[in-house]
């Protein structure tokens, strides 16, 4: 299996069954009880009487399953057979277990560890130079490359967040930046910690590399750095840490100097107009699309995630790597169990050693806490008939394409590889993103089936429903209706294609849903390590 398996061929059949020896089908539609299905589709003789109801999207036994076999879907294991299942019973929670043990099973061939290493890293050859893409991006005068031209305002500590947001609303008002077309807005990115915390501990240090790294992310052209004065968080040493090129003006205030929070927002309101004109001073000019860093990241999955706009996203993500651009899957705990697909891409020994170190990470980190990583599959993804993190991750990995796997970085290190990369985060959206974002991704694709109205300020947001039902329900938030692979309106790799057009349109300033929403300000969640004091 590759990490982007196609859908098999169309059918009007009511179930589906993802590859060959799969224990169970997915029921395209809600199956009454006393349902008789042909499986003529499947290509299998006799028909399947359903013998529970069974919900859109879930799953069905194609065959008799003994308590304690293997379970199976997209050819991989799911988990165990918590008891007998008959064939056409409903396949889910009351019947399909996982232990800590299934994770990470590898395969026969593998080597020391229980992990195939590199059998699958095969190089994506990059397109001829005359079919390569562009799109139109901002160039900063040191190089980098922005998809979106904001001013930010930064906080080194929750207590300046309120200053801060007051600041950014002056500048929210219907005609506020009409004077400058070429500014994206005025946002600011506020959390609730920078303070009773070690001042060298690794919570205060990832805290300031991913704050660091939204300084540094191209897409900001001016920064306003704002604190209270007394924090573990210090304004001056995080600033001192951005190595920002003299071009990007940076003003550091702290409300405590200043003289309090409203002398505060005047000032900063003061300070921005001053920058107004000289961000808005910037043209969009053509740039190759391997200036693009790609995040990729799923939310509210749900049984059709793996089939539909993973596939397709994974798609979009190889041919952009075949531009010679990045892209960067994320969320560890929810690649967990899928994690030996991955190894088998790694171009060398050393990446597949990194992204198994901080799978073993996780499973410490969730021990220590009293968790299990398959706590991870939410109320949202078992409704929408995911069961087990093994199933939920061997969709979200889908995500990756097929390139070899070029680099795993730990949370908001910089994205510096180009090619098919990994970042260790979270599987909480807005964490995972925010370091996807510190990173340096300039564009990110969020892939949804129970529906989600997610944004990432200052990067543009592209949300993929992964059934029709959901575009149709929330077209509102919506960019792409990825349920038209199941109708058979498109093919999974003609889904990704399309995607592909879309992202290049994003970058060049096209507008996503959120961002027409005014989502993403929000978002902005550093993940939070180390004891609080």
């Known amino acids: 299996m590759t990490t982007s398996t196609p859908l098999p061929a169309r059918t009007a059949a009511p179930l589906l069954r993802l590859a060959p020896g799969d224990t169970v089908a997915v029921a395209r539609e809600a199956l009454a009880a006393g349902t008789a299905v042909d499986l003529a589709a499947l290509g299998e003789a006799g028909a399947l009487t359903v013998r529970t109801d069974v919900p859109a999207g879930h799953k069905v036994a194609l065959r008799d399953v003994a308590a304690g076999e293997a379970v199976r879907k997209y050819g991989q294991l799911i988990g165990l057979a918590s008891a007998p299942i008959a064939a056409g019973e409903h396949v889910h929670v009351h019947n399909l277990a996982f232990t800590a043990s299934q994770a990470g099973a590898g395969s026969a061939d593998a080597g020391p560890g229980g992990y195939a290493v590199g059998v699958d890293a095969r190089p994506t050859p990059l397109v001829p130079p005359a079919e390569r893409r562009t799109f139109d991006g901002i160039v900063r005068a040191d190089g980098r490359v922005a998809t979106r031209n904001y001013i930010g305002i930064l906080t080194s500590v929750n207590c300046s967040a309120t200053a801060a947001r007051r600041i950014a609303d002056t500048f929210r008002w219907p005609g506020a930046l009409d004077a400058y077309p070429n500014v994206d807005g005025v946002v600011a990115l506020t959390h609730g910690t920078g303070c009773g915390m070690d001042a060298l501990g690794e919570g205060a240090q990832l805290l300031r590399r991913t704050i660091s790294g939204y300084a540094r992310h191209p897409n900001f052209a001016a920064l306003l750095v704002i604190g209270l004065g007394c924090e573990v968080n210090q304004v001056a040493a995080l600033t001192s840490g951005f190595d920002l090129p003299p071009e990007v003006p940076v003003v550091a205030m702290t409300i405590q ?13 003061e300070r921005v107009r001053e920058l107004l004109p000289v961000v808005d001073a910037v043209r969009r000019v053509p740039v190759p699309a391997s200036e693009l860093v790609l995040g990729l990241n799923c939310g509210g999955s749900d049984a059709w995630s793996g089939v539909t706009a993973n596939p397709a996203l994974g798609v979009a993500s190889d041919l952009l790597v075949a531009q010679g651009g990045t892209s960067v899957l994320a969320e560890t705990p929810e690649v967990y169990g899928a994690e030996h697909l991955l190894t088998r891409r790694a171009r060398d020994p050393e990446v597949a050693a990194k992204l198994v170190r901080r799978i073993r990470w996780w499973e ?16 949202g993804n078992k409704a929408g008939g995911l069961t087990t993190i093994l199933e939920k991750s061997l969709g979200a990995v889908a995500k990756g394409g097929s390139a070899a796997l070029e680099a795993v970085y730990e949370y908001a290190e910089p994205i510096t590889a180009k090619g098919f990369t990994f970042m260790d985060t979270p599987g909480y959206d807005p964490v995972s993103v925010t370091g996807l974002v510190a990173g340096g991704a300039n564009v990110v694709c969020f892939t949804t ?70 989502v993403g300000d929000e978002e902005f969640q550093p993940w939070q390590l180390g004891a609080v004091m």
């Open 449 to 518: 089936g129970r529906g989600s109205v997610f944004g990432c300020k200052p990067a543009p947001s592209i949300k993929l429903a992964t059934n029709s039902e959901v575009y149709a329900r929330m077209d509102e938030d919506m960019d792409v209706d990825c349920g038209r692979v199941l109708t058979g309106e498109q093919t999974v790799e003609e889904a990704g294609r399309e995607l592909f057009e879309l992202i290049l349109e994003v970058a060049s300033g096209r507008r996503s849903k959120s961002e027409e929403l005014g």
């Open 257 to 269: 100097e200043i003289g309090g929070t409203t002398r505060t927002v005047a000032a900063g309101v």
């Open 364 to 379: 410490e980190y969730t021990a220590a806490h009293g968790g299990s990583m398959d706590n991870n599959p939410s109320p």
